[in-house]
């Protein structure tokens, strides 16, 4: 994607590129900014729509753990003095979600998220466990003005009434996104895609607002709530599997070495990254197997070596189950592809 400059008041977006944070292109009232990613070839983006005063819509397609915490104007910033809500719908990956009290819940694919000032804002950065997210995100400013923008608004202000449901708990609200919710949210983005009318993203929007006044979030199922320190361990464990994906560290021997129990530190695991330990290093043993048969020349059993396999055959057998061919099938059907 081109940079080209931005005509708008220096803001969040010129800021970010100035800090080499991403490139932004601009298209009336909707900007793009493109974010790098941990791995070069899959570069990441946030679309910025900016509808109307009172709401804001951003579309996240990211491939990093950790992007700059940007708006889509001042407005909605952490420094504004305006209360907004924030409406999070995620489509693929998990979100980590900080909250004022110090504890940490995690967003997944299917669910909505809603936060009337629960959650902490103002961190220098945002964090997906998986390194790989896509969702929407809504900013509404509640008041009167809502009126102006729908005519139904004067009888039925929904964000009004999203703030009022919300500000009930002491927590951001989540819940599944049903059918008719996430149907509503597609369809927006769908036409912010394709550069459709702001009128037309609009009434998209207000559908979905007006479906989730009707949802049962009050009705919440059970969530998992986490501390910061059980949150860094979690963390701290991940770094150490990455740094060296040839040693298997058994999980009693990394629990000992943050002094709590093995069946803590496996929940602490899942409750951050959403999948177990055991897998997560089945995963990342894998996926780099087949990065270094697709793009080294290393021999077959240098790589079951690299990724913590006693032998050939062995590693032969787990590529196989995984990924349904052999590594040397894979190696050659990749060499074809390019």
Same mark, same amino acid.
């Given at each position: 994607?081109?940079?080209?400059?931005?005509?708008?008041?220096?803001?969040?977006?010129?800021?970010?590129?100035?800090?080499?944070?991403?490139?932004?292109?601009?298209?009336?009232?909707?900007?793009?900014?493109?974010?790098?990613?941990?791995?070069?070839?899959?570069?990441?983006?946030?679309?910025?729509?900016?509808?109307?005063?009172?709401?804001?819509?951003?579309?996240?397609?990211?491939?990093?753990?950790?992007?700059?915490?940007?708006?889509?104007?001042?407005?909605?910033?952490?420094?504004?003095?305006?209360?907004?809500?924030?409406?999070?719908?995620?489509?693929?990956?998990?979100?980590?979600?900080?909250?004022?009290?110090?504890? $940490?819940? $995690?967003?997944?694919?299917?669910?909505?998220?809603?936060?009337?000032?629960?959650?902490?804002?103002?961190?220098?950065?945002?964090?997906?466990?998986?390194?790989?997210?896509?969702?929407?995100?809504?900013?509404?400013? *509640?008041?009167?003005?809502?009126?102006?923008?729908?005519?139904?608004?004067?009888?039925?202000?929904?964000?009004?009434?999203?703030?009022?449901?919300?500000?009930?708990?002491?927590? *951001?609200?989540?819940?599944?996104?049903?059918?008719?919710?996430?149907?509503?949210?597609?369809?927006?983005?769908?036409?912010?895609?394709?550069?459709?009318?702001?009128?037309?993203?609009?009434?998209?929007?207000?559908?979905?607002?007006?479906?989730?006044?009707?949802?049962?979030?009050?009705?919440?199922?059970?969530?998992?709530?986490?501390?910061?320190?059980?949150?860094?361990?979690?963390?701290?464990?991940?770094?150490?599997?990455?740094?060296?994906?040839?040693?298997?560290?058994?999980?009693?021997?990394?629990?000992?070495?943050?002094?709590?129990?093995?069946?803590?530190?496996?929940?602490?695991?899942?409750?951050?990254?959403?999948?177990?330990?055991?897998?997560?290093?089945?995963?990342?043993?894998?996926?780099?197997?087949?990065?270094?048969?697709?793009?080294?020349?290393?021999?077959?059993?240098?790589?079951?070596?690299?990724?913590?396999?006693?032998?050939?055959?062995?590693?032969?057998?787990?590529?196989?189950? $995984?990924?349904?061919?052999?590594?040397?099938?894979?190696?050659?059907?990749?060499?074809?592809?390019?």
């Amino acid at each position: 994607m081109r940079c080209t400059e931005s005509p708008l008041k220096k803001g969040l977006y010129e800021q970010a590129v100035q800090e080499g944070k991403g490139c932004m292109t601009e298209r009336t009232w909707i900007r793009e900014l493109t974010i790098p990613a941990d791995r070069k070839e899959e570069e990441g983006s946030l679309l910025f729509c900016d509808l109307a005063p009172e709401l804001g819509l951003i579309l996240i397609d990211i491939h990093s753990k950790t992007i700059p915490e940007l708006y889509p104007s001042r407005r909605f910033s952490p420094d504004s003095e305006l209360t907004f809500i924030t409406v999070n719908y995620c489509t693929r990956g998990r979100c980590e979600l900080e909250l004022r009290n110090g504890e $940490y819940t $995690y967003l997944s694919a299917g669910e909505i998220a809603v936060d009337s000032g629960q959650a902490r804002r103002g961190n220098a950065s945002f964090y997906y466990p998986t390194g790989e997210y896509t969702g929407i995100e809504l900013m509404l400013l *509640p008041g009167n003005h809502w009126k102006d923008i729908f005519i139904g608004a004067k009888e039925r202000n929904p964000a009004d009434e999203i703030q009022r449901r919300s500000e009930r708990f002491g927590r *951001p609200r989540v819940v599944p996104a049903d059918e008719g919710l996430a149907q509503a949210l597609g369809q927006a983005e769908a036409d912010a895609r394709r550069g459709m009318d702001r009128e037309i993203i609009l009434l998209d929007i207000l559908r979905f607002l007006y479906l989730l006044l009707d949802a049962p979030i009050e009705e919440e199922r059970r969530r998992d709530y986490y501390t910061q320190s059980q949150v860094a361990i979690a963390k701290k464990v991940m770094e150490i599997l990455s740094a060296d994906p040839a040693r298997r560290y058994a999980a009693g021997e990394l629990a000992a070495r943050f002094g709590i129990s093995e069946t803590s530190l496996k929940n602490y695991f899942r409750g951050v990254f959403g999948c177990g330990y055991g897998q997560y290093q089945k995963d990342m043993r894998m996926h780099l197997a087949s990065r270094l048969l697709a793009e080294t020349e290393d021999a077959i059993g240098t790589i079951a070596q690299q990724t913590g396999f006693s032998s050939q055959s062995k590693f032969g057998k787990a590529f196989k189950d $995984y990924y349904g061919i052999t590594p040397l099938e894979y190696r050659r059907r990749e060499r074809i592809g390019r």
